[in-house]
């Protein structure tokens, strides 16, 4: 076991303050605000876990916001290791989104 203890709490602001600069291609609005994560796991070894969905199956950035996610995650320096794992149950509906992503789209 190591000398330095992460503060998971903090780290994990840190992840949401990167997943909140990651749009999604189509709405204006980030993956984060967009209710696309639905968790983020951090161990004691600094590794993430990132349980996400996409707006559709057949969202045309499928096989690269994951991609995107994980790199932009791993690229904290106290981050040792990011995982994504996309989910689509249950799936994607305008409900998950935050009341600031509604009100930028106009759904307010």
Same mark, same amino acid.
């Given at each position: 076991? =190591?000398?330095? $203890?992460?503060? +998971?709490?903090? !780290?994990?602001?840190?992840?949401?303050?990167?997943?909140? $600069?990651?749009? %999604?291609?189509?709405?204006?609005? %980030? @993956?984060?605000?967009?209710? /696309?994560?639905?968790?983020?796991?951090?161990?004691?070894? #600094?590794?993430?876990?990132? !349980?996400? $969905? /996409?707006? +559709?199956?057949?969202?045309?950035?499928?096989? +690269? /916001?994951?991609?995107?996610?994980?790199? *932009?995650?791993?690229? @904290?320096?106290?981050? *040792?290791?990011?995982?994504? &794992?996309? $989910?689509?149950?249950?799936?994607? =509906?305008? %409900?998950?989104? #935050?009341? &600031?992503? *509604? /009100?930028?789209?106009?759904?307010?």
């Amino acid at each position: 076991m =190591s000398d330095i $203890t992460i503060d +998971t709490n903090v !780290l994990g602001d840190k992840i949401v303050r990167v997943l909140k $600069t990651i749009f %999604d291609p189509e709405i204006p609005v %980030d @993956i984060y605000e967009l209710g /696309l994560i639905y968790d983020v796991f951090v161990n004691e070894d #600094s590794e993430v876990k990132i !349980l996400m $969905t /996409l707006t +559709t199956p057949n969202c045309p950035v499928a096989e +690269t /916001l994951p991609l995107e996610v994980e790199e *932009k995650v791993k690229s @904290i320096n106290e981050v *040792k290791d990011a995982e994504v &794992e996309i $989910t689509f149950d249950p799936p994607w =509906s305008q %409900d998950l989104m #935050s009341e &600031e992503a *509604k /009100l930028e789209l106009g759904m307010l």
